[in-house]
């Protein structure tokens, strides 16, 4: 079978975002645009700040810039939850697999996330989190 990746990423439900060394945007598909708000002209060339909230700007770099350095994650095969910012300064709860990118010659040059908008669920857990320690403290 003969399977064209680059239209196979562009058909994907989930996000797909490919960041350099540096931490600057160097891939963008359609979902990443639906999830986050920003188009592929916007996102393009602008540094990962744009989907990343404020106060957590710091530790992400520190993180991202040990990953460049060691060619490592510690997030490997796990899914993560973290918080994100949309475009219209909208908090979102995103949930994805990051990897990290080496050329041939063994050198780090980014990353890629594979990323879903995992607000909706967020936003059920944290209700009924919310709703079970009331009906515990309406018990006793």
Known sequence: MNINFEALVQSLGDG?????????????????????GFSVHEALGASLDLIIPERLRKRHNEGYDHSMQTGTTQYGDKLLTVPAIHKSGRPLSIAFTVSVIIDPDGKVVGVAAIIRDDTSRFNEQRMLRKRIAELEASSN
Do not use: L
Request: glycine share 4%; no cysteine.
């Open 16 to 36: 797909a975002v490919i960041s350099d060394a540096k931490g600057i945007i160097t891939y963008w598909n359609p979902s990443a645009e639906r999830i986050f």
